[in-house]
């Protein structure tokens, strides 16, 4: 069974390879879509694109913010040397200058040295795949921890869910409950009303009959109350096969709310019809909680 995710997470990992310190740092927030931005030193940047494919891998929703930095701790094997022809060239520059103009002759092995390009440096050509997987590693060590956090909310976020669902389970019961006897209620206004019309004329209870099945017919919330509570049973089947479940929650709720607002156009009983501002509360309290879902 998978678990119910929060979209949003934190995971840090570090550790030492080949003489590297590689750091690693995921965040992420609420997002429609993944939006995965990975920074990288310039030395790892042809990494981006395998950072990326770890990251959508294990997330589908959100974004997420992946932040590297990476520490070299051996000493490289690093080869300096003169760069001859351009050593030389400033020389004879200088010397041209003494001569020309007779200016001071003060040439000297530091002055040479701020000179541009009069030494060459080389480096041993690092191995991308090693440096790539040195990298990625550490990537799912911080995706781990991410991960982790993620589920730990997302098990709070179902736990109110779950709550929420048996809140409006209860007050569909009412609705349901109450319904028949808002036409009784209806029925027996309508005969007193009759009653006081007509004085002593015999009452035609047919037309009382008619009339109340009428009312019954406007009022009847059966089917509504019926589908509603499909919807919480999709909504616990959702909970329950866990993944990233937030757009399936997100359209189940616009369905349950249509519902809802049709439930409420029906009653005409100020109570029921406080119970289905109560239903749509809750439901307002999932669509928010369900925004942080993955």
């Known amino acids: 069974m998978k678990l119910i995710k929060s979209m949003t997470g934190y995971g840090r990992a570090t550790k030492t390879l080949h003489g590297r310190e590689i750091t690693v740092e995921l965040r992420s927030v609420n997002n429609r879509y993944l939006d995965c931005t990975v920074k990288l030193p310039r030395s790892f940047s ?42 030389e060239g400033y020389l004879k520059a200088m010397r041209a200058m003494v001569d020309t103009y007779g200016v001071r002759d003060e040439i000297t ?35 781990a921890a991410y991960d982790t956090m993620r589920t730990v909310e997302g098990g709070a976020l179902e736990a109110d869910l779950r709550s929420r669902k048996a809140t409006i ?41 008619t009339e109340a099945a009428i009312f019954a017919d406007k009022v009847a919330v059966d089917e509504e109350t019926v589908r509603l509570r499909s919807h919480l049973s999709q909504m616990e089947e959702m909970l329950t096969t866990g993944g990233a479940t937030g757009r399936k929650l997100d359209f189940l709720l616009q369905e349950m709310n249509r519902e809802a607002n049709t439930i409420g156009s029906k009653c005409t009983d100020v109570r029921l019809a406080r119970v289905v501002v109560d239903i749509k509360a809750e439901l307002e309290k999932i669509r928010e909680q369900t925004q942080n879902i993955e």
């Open 109 to 143: 092995t530091a002055a040479l040295s701020r000179l541009p390009e009069v030494f060459l440096v080389e480096k041993p050509e690092a191995d991308q795949e090693e440096l790539k997987a040195d990298l990625l590693a550490v990537v799912e060590m911080a995706l």
């Open 46 to 87: 042809f990494a981006e694109e395998a950072v990326k494919q770890m990251v959508k891998a294990s997330v589908s929703r959100g974004k997420v913010d992946v932040f590297v930095s990476v520490v070299t701790q051996a000493a490289e094997d690093v080869q300096v040397s003169l760069n001859v022809p351009v050593l």
């Open 169 to 209: 389970l209860s007050l569909v019961e009412q609705v349901e409950a109450g319904n028949p006897q808002t036409v009784a209620d209806y029925r027996a206004r309508l005969e007193a009303k009759m009653r006081e019309v007509l004085e002593n004329t015999a009452i035609d209870e047919s037309r009382i009959l």
